[in-house]
């Protein structure tokens, strides 16, 4: 019985693990592509090792696992948000060509803070310079 | 079928999905088109590294191997961050104006 339930977790870890696969190689945009890396692939290493503890059935491994686990969805997202972060600040336009970015006048240039609205004296001049 | 035999099969099956998605992903790293995705690309393959470590794991029946995977995760979650600030301070245009870098903006397209 948990041979099986281990077989079906590693499976289904498995699957995800390649459609975020299929996604970072397929998908025509960083930010896109970051959709695929961070939650598939999250998901599926998180879902094959939550099958180490059902095949070992010791409590300690149990724990190391869950910890794991916990510790790659708490920082998953971090790492893919500083990522995209640094992406746009650096001039990388999201969309792909539809020309549509939200974030466009929102990040301070010199400090790099985000504001929630776009029309700040320096958005303004930026729109003068253009 | 046993469940010995169907746990085998599976552990064969996960092994090759595994193998082609590093594949696919290794393909990324050489094309792609910005620092930025190899970065991302890196990451995930950290994260398959991660899935390989649990199939042997269980495929060899010793379960300390999920330290490995929890060091391995730390370790990529570090690379990523470092690498990220990395990509902050190297790609910034002249002038440090996000809009005004309209015209030397890649648009991640290969």
Do not use: W
Request: one cysteine or more; aromatic letters at 6%.
């Amino acid at each position: 019985m948990m041979d099986i339930v281990t077989g079906i977790l590693l499976l289904i870890g498995s699957v995800f693990a390649i459609a975020a696969a299929i996604g970072v190689l397929r998908f025509p945009d960083l930010y896109t592509r970051m959709h695929a890396a961070s939650k598939a692939g999250t998901l599926g290493s998180g879902l094959m090792l939550l099958a180490i503890p059902i095949a070992a059935f010791q409590p300690d491994i149990a724990l190391r696992a869950v910890a794991g686990v916990v510790f790659f969805l708490l920082t998953a997202p971090v790492s893919a948000h500083l990522l995209a972060r640094a992406a746009y600040i650096s001039g990388l336009v999201p969309g792909h060509g539809s020309g549509i970015d939200d974030l466009k006048g929102r990040y301070d240039p010199n400090t790099g803070n985000l504001s929630s609205h776009a029309e700040s004296p320096r958005s303004s001049r930026k729109k003068v310079q253009n | 079928m046993t469940a010995e035999r169907f746990l085998e099969i599976c552990i064969l099956m996960s092994l090759a999905l595994l193998a082609v998605s590093f594949l696919m992903i290794t393909v990324r790293i050489v094309i792609g088109p910005t620092l930025a995705d190899r970065v991302l690309a890196l990451d995930s393959l950290v994260s398959i590294g991660i899935g390989f470590i649990a199939i042997i794991a269980i495929k060899t029946g010793y379960p300390l191997y999920v330290d490995v995977a929890i060091a391995l995760g730390l370790v990529g979650f570090l690379a990523t961050v470092a690498l990220a600030r990395f990509i902050l301070r190297r790609e910034r245009p002249e002038g440090s104006e996000i809009a005004a870098a309209g015209k030397d903006r890649k648009t991640g397209t290969p």
